[in-house]
Nanobody, 125 residues
Framework: QVQLVESGGGLVQAGGSLRLSCAAK????????MGWFRQAPGKEREFVAA????????VYSDSVKGRFTLSRGIPKNMVYLQMNSLTPEDTAVYHCAADLGAGIPRMVSSEYDYWGQGTQVTVSS
């Protein structure tokens, strides 16, 4: 059974940092694009960042570029989202996702095949 399990969410003050982790289990994710999306209450799911299978290419949304860093661990079934300079606008449930069909990171949620349950990130002002 394929599983994506996120961890690392929590409550932080504005300007603070959090590091989210995603562990992919149940199959070999070494060749898959991994991405992060977030969804705030009353809003559509939003692309955050994605990384190629070998970690060589990363893509970020404009809203997080320069503040968030996505990396791939060893083994490559782990991904990490380092979030710095957090603002209340970053408050959302963050979901990890795996895209089996692409060699390059994609920003459209419908392209992703597996999803985690999500981890809550709350940034207080």
């Amino acid at each position: 059974q394929v599983q994506l399990v996120e961890s690392g969410g929590g409550l932080v003050q504005a300007g603070g940092s959090l590091r989210l982790s995603c562990a992919a289990k149940g199959t070999t994710f070494n060749t898959y694009v991994m991405g992060w999306f977030r969804q705030a209450p009353g809003k559509e799911r939003e692309f955050v960042a994605a990384i190629s299978w070998n970690g060589g290419t990363t893509v970020y949304s404009d809203s997080v570029k320069g503040r968030f860093t996505l990396s791939r661990g060893i083994p490559k079934n782990m991904v990490y989202l380092q979030m710095n300079s957090l603002t209340p606008e970053d408050t959302a449930v963050y979901h990890c996702a795996a895209d089996l069909g692409a060699g390059i990171p994609r920003m459209v949620s419908s392209e992703y095949d597996y999803w985690g349950q999500g981890t809550q990130v709350t940034v207080s002002s």
